[in-house]
Every structure is written in C-alpha cells, then in structure tokens.
T-cell receptor, first 113, second 115 residues
Framework: GENVEQHPSTLSVQEGDSAVIKCTYS??????FPWYKQELGKGPQLIID?????GEKKDQRIAVTLNKTAKHFSLHITETQPEDSAVYFC????????????FGKGTSLLVTP | GAGVSQTPSNKVTEKGKYVELRCDPI?????LYWYRQSLGQGPEFLIY????????DSGLPNDRFFAVRPEGSVSTLKIQRTERGDSAVYLC?????????????FGNGTRLTVT
C-alpha cells in the first residue's frame, strides 16, 4: 500500500545468519503493526505483531522493534533456517481504509544452506 | 480449529462474465476483510465488514465489484463484466476485533483468471 513502504524487496542470507526487514508508515495515528509470512500458494500467516505502547517484542528467533517517532518498525530473524524462506509482509492500519491494514510490497527472503 | 475457508480455490472465466467468490470466516469473528493480491505485490485492501455492514468499501476499484455479508458470517465477493485486469488472487481474512488493532487470519485465496 502507498502508506507502507518496505525494504529490501529481496534478501538472501546464509543459514544461521540474521535477517532484518524494515518498514515505514505515514499515518501517525497507526498503533498496531503486524508481520506476516506467506508461502507459495497460501495466504499470509501472522508471525508477530506489536502495539504502539511497546518498543520491542520477541518470540523465540523473531523480534519486532518499533520507533513511533520515526514511524518505522523492523522484523529481525536470528539463526535463520531454510524453512524461513518465504515472502514477508509488514502492515499498518491507516485512516484512508477505515483502519483496515495496508500492506507493504513484501520482502522475498531466501535462506541458503 | 477450522480456519478461513475460501471457495473455489481457482476460477477461470471469460472476459465479460460474472463471478462470485465465497469466504467462510472463523466462527465468531465479527470482522471480515477482502484483499486482492497481484503477482509480486502485497495484499491490496478492497472492503471490510463489521458484522453485516460494510464498514469501509473505499478499496473497491469500481462499481463492477460488490460484496455482501447478509448474516454476519459468510461473505461473497461479486465481480460483474470481468476484465483481464481483474486476474489476481482474492484473499479473505477474518478478525475477532475491530479494524486496526487485532490480527487478521487469512484464507488461502481464490486465484481468478480472466481469459
């Protein structure tokens, strides 16, 4: 969506390395920031989300950080594994869609053994 | 438990025809969303329902697209006079809460091909 920008569009890492994907948003009223993982032929699946009252959230090898002042949030995957290979999307709610989530264009992550 | 179910999984139609895409949300989820995803792109918002009413339909591209959710559960996305540019994966999602503060649970989508 035009209100959510995501970088990079592709990312290749070696197994065991870390991967970081960044998103920026424009609507300062946004207060909920999820990350989704999409595998080929399937719908996006939520992997982690964060609300605006916290700056960081972790779930095992996955973490999300939020900087509300700068209006950006990032996904961090540590100790990457080949099964982490997929397309990842960030999203944020925006007023121009009644606060439905607007998605970034996606990052295609490839983890090579 | 059962997730979001979308039928059909694939639909091929000729230009100018009418199509209906069905979504069965997770039981008890009050919010239901339709998105469209083109190859290599993120999901693009179309419309969302809170209960039976369309809370926001600002993403529908034109008046050929229409969606209903008459009993607050199953939803149907209807496309009239289909065009080749309508070819995409149509994703449905449901959520237990209101827009903007609760996670969406997606189905696997309907792949629509207009020939």
């Amino acid at each position: 969506g035009e209100n959510v920008e995501q970088h990079p569009s592709t990312l290749s890492v070696q197994e065991g390395d870390s991967a970081v994907i960044k998103c920026t948003y424009s609507d300062s009223a946004s207060n909920y920031f999820p990350w989704y993982k999409q595998e080929l032929g399937k719908g996006p699946q939520l992997i982690i989300d964060i609300r605006s009252n916290v700056g960081e959230k972790k779930d095992q090898r996955i973490a999300v950080t939020l900087n509300k002042t700068a209006k950006h949030f990032s996904l961090h995957i540590t100790e990457t594994q080949p099964e982490d290979s997929a397309v990842y999307f960030c999203a944020a709610p925006t007023t121009n869609s009644g606060y439905a989530l607007n998605f970034g264009k996606g990052t295609s992550l490839l983890v090579t053994p | 438990g059962a997730g979001v179910s979308q039928t059909p999984s694939n639909k091929v139609t000729e230009k100018g025809k009418y199509v209906e895409l069905r979504c069965d949300p997770i039981s008890g989820h009050t919010a239901l969303y339709w998105y469209r995803q083109s190859l290599g792109q993120g999901p693009e918002f179309l419309i969302y329902f809170q209960g039976t009413g369309a809370a926001d339909d600002s993403g529908l591209p034109n008046d050929r697209f229409f969606a209903v959710r008459p009993e607050g559960s199953v939803s149907t996305l209807k496309i009239q006079r289909t065009e080749r540019g309508d070819s995409a994966v149509y994703l449905c999602a449901s959520s237990p809460g209101t827009a903007g503060n609760s996670p969406l649970h997606f189905g696997n989508g309907t792949r629509l091909t207009v020939t």
